[in-house]
């Protein structure tokens, strides 16, 4: 099977602005910088997503990112910071290894948008709170 390119990237066959690395954990900065100081934190070794993560290691990549995100806010003048991470195409996975977006955020129009607004009606919430409740 092809690599992706992030395990490309741990292979050392790409190259990248590395932020942080230790045996389990790599993060550096995204190519595309949707916001300045935008990075990313993944596990080294391959998973697809963060719900098929081991949950030890999620909680290393997890760690590293609040790091990161707290460096943005003390010395990067970030006033805020968006952590999150996309699974599946459906969400806009495009690669598929699993990654932590870390995007500082700056007053004003910074670059990126995150509009979260209610847009479907009609939602039986007691089924849906039932459902996920119960398979917890
Ligand atoms: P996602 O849409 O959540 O899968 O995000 C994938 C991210 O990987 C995008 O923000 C890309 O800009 C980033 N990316 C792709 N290739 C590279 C690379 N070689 N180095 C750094 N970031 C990359």
Request: aromatic letters at 8%.
């Amino acid at each position: 099977m092809e690599k992706d390119v992030f395990c490309k990237i741990v292979d050392g066959e790409i190259p990248c602005y590395k932020l942080f690395e230790d045996e389990d954990v790599l993060a550096f900065l995204d190519i595309s910088q949707v916001t300045k100081g935008h990075a990313l934190v993944i596990p080294k070794k391959h998973y697809d997503t963060f719900l098929s993560t081991p949950d030890k290691l999620m909680h290393k990549v997890m760690d590293v990112a609040q790091r990161i995100g707290q460096i943005s806010i003390q010395f990067l003048g970030a006033k805020g910071v968006n952590i999150l991470t996309n699974c599946y195409e459906a969400a806009g996975q495009t690669v598929k290894h699993f990654h932590v977006h870390v995007i500082p955020r700056y007053e004003g129009h910074d670059g990126f948008e995150l509009e979260m607004k209610s847009n479907v009606e009609g939602l039986n919430l007691p089924v849906i709170a039932e459902t996920i409740k119960n398979n917890l």
